[in-house]
């Protein structure tokens, strides 16, 4: 049925075509356009335009829009709902229309508070210790408590180059002076006497203040004749003036060797230096200083024939060669110009 009202409506729209004048035609008052014609005969005679009726017939949803009863009618889904929202015109709950300006906004109450005051950094001073570029210099050793202090060092004679005992240390004893070992500095006390021993106190970076003499063995090394024991050069705390040899904190062994402090005697006059060494039981035993140049030490040995038959060792003798004190300096003398 669609199909025949397709095709009557195609044959009345060619007829119209044919009707209507050309285009090159000059327009008179006689001639009219065909929509002049259609509306005057719809008004007149109820004429009814054909090609209304076809695109009604065919597409009748063309220039209207269809209800959803319609639309369900031919079959078709519902119309998607009208979105009645427009961006950017929509308002929020108590938001005014119109925007607020930067002016209106209320202006914050400084307060008469003093502010916190910000922390200035301090910068730690480097003290020459902690400065990688300051050479370690060996501190100067403590000065004893007494009105005759005495500070120098001590010469080895007896050696191929007769050297000082030096401030280097290895193992627990000192060595020779050399390039590496600068001389060991030494200061003490000479108000005892001549006869008297002394504490020789060195400033080696230690904590052990004394030079000292540490027995090598566990428990109280016995020097004598007939006896290979032996004591090394080294350090240890204070001992008393003529006490026997016992176990004290020493540089080579700590509390395992026994060690004594208070044993130089130096002779006044040539300023050599000797040993008195006490052995456990009081006795006091001949005594002979040996450098091992194997080890680099000094050892003090009771018996040089018996060290001798299991060690190797060279004869020396110490002296104490003190430190000039600078002299002072002599003010010169202000000329005076006389008036002429």
């Given at each position: 049925?669609?199909?025949?009202?397709?095709?009557?409506?195609?044959?009345?729209?060619?007829?119209?075509?044919?009707?209507?004048?050309?285009?090159?035609?000059?327009?008179?008052?006689?001639?009219?356009?065909?929509?002049?014609?259609?509306?005057?005969a719809q008004q007149e005679h109820n004429y009814i335009d054909p090609?209304?009726?076809?695109?009604?017939?065919?597409?009748?949803?063309?220039?209207?829009?269809?209800?959803?009863?319609?639309?369900?009618?031919?079959?078709?889904?519902?119309?998607?709902?009208?979105?009645?929202h427009v961006a950017g015109r929509s308002l929020y709950a108590r938001q005014s229309a119109t925007p607020t300006s930067p002016d209106s906004l209320p202006t914050p109450t400084p307060t008469l508070e003093d502010p916190t005051p910000t922390p200035t950094p301090t910068i730690p001073t480097p003290t020459p210790s902690d400065d990688p570029t300051t050479p370690t210099v060996p501190d100067s050793p403590p000065t004893p408590t007494c009105a005759n202090v005495k500070s120098g060092y001590i010469q080895v004679t007896g050696t191929s180059d007769n050297g000082k005992v030096g401030s280097g240390m290895t193992s627990g004893w000192y060595n020779m002076a050399s390039k590496n070992f600068q001389p060991l500095q030494v200061t003490f006390c000479a108000?005892?006497?001549?006869?008297?021993?002394?504490?020789?106190?060195?400033?080696?970076?230690?904590?052990?203040?004394?030079?000292?003499?540490?027995?090598?063995?566990?428990?109280?090394?016995?020097l004598k004749k007939q006896s290979s024991s032996h004591a090394i050069l080294g350090s240890s705390a204070e001992t008393a003036v003529g006490s026997p040899v016992g176990t004290t904190d020493n540089s080579y062994g700590k509390y395992s060797?026994?060690?004594q402090s208070a044993i130089w005697i130096i002779d006044p006059t040539t300023l050599a230096i000797t040993v008195?060494?006490?052995?456990?039981?009081?006795?006091?035993?001949?005594?002979?200083?040996?450098?091992?140049?194997?080890?680099?030490?000094?050892?003090?040995?009771?018996?040089?024939?018996?060290?001798?038959?299991?060690?190797?060792?060279?004869?020396?003798?110490?002296?104490f060669v003190p430190i000039d004190p600078e002299p002072e300096p002599v003010p010169t003398p202000v000329p005076t110009i006389s008036a002429p």
């Open positions: 049925m669609r199909s025949l009202s397709f095709i009557t409506g195609a044959i009345v729209l060619c007829l119209a075509i044919v009707q209507t004048p050309s285009v090159e035609a000059k327009p008179t008052a006689a001639h009219h356009t065909h929509a002049s014609n259609i509306a005057r090609l209304k009726n076809l695109f009604s017939n065919v597409f009748p949803s063309v220039g209207k829009e269809e209800t959803n009863a319609q639309r369900l009618k031919r079959g078709l889904t519902p119309r998607k709902p009208k979105r009645l108000d005892g006497g001549a006869a008297t021993p002394v504490n020789f106190v060195v400033a080696d970076g230690t904590s052990l203040p004394d030079l000292a003499f540490v027995g090598i063995g566990y428990g109280n090394i016995v060797y026994s060690a008195r060494w006490v052995n456990p039981d009081g006795t006091i035993p001949a005594v002979t200083l040996l450098y091992a140049p194997s080890e680099n030490n000094f050892v003090l040995v009771g018996d040089v024939a018996e060290y001798s038959s299991h060690y190797f060792g060279r004869v020396v003798t110490f002296t």
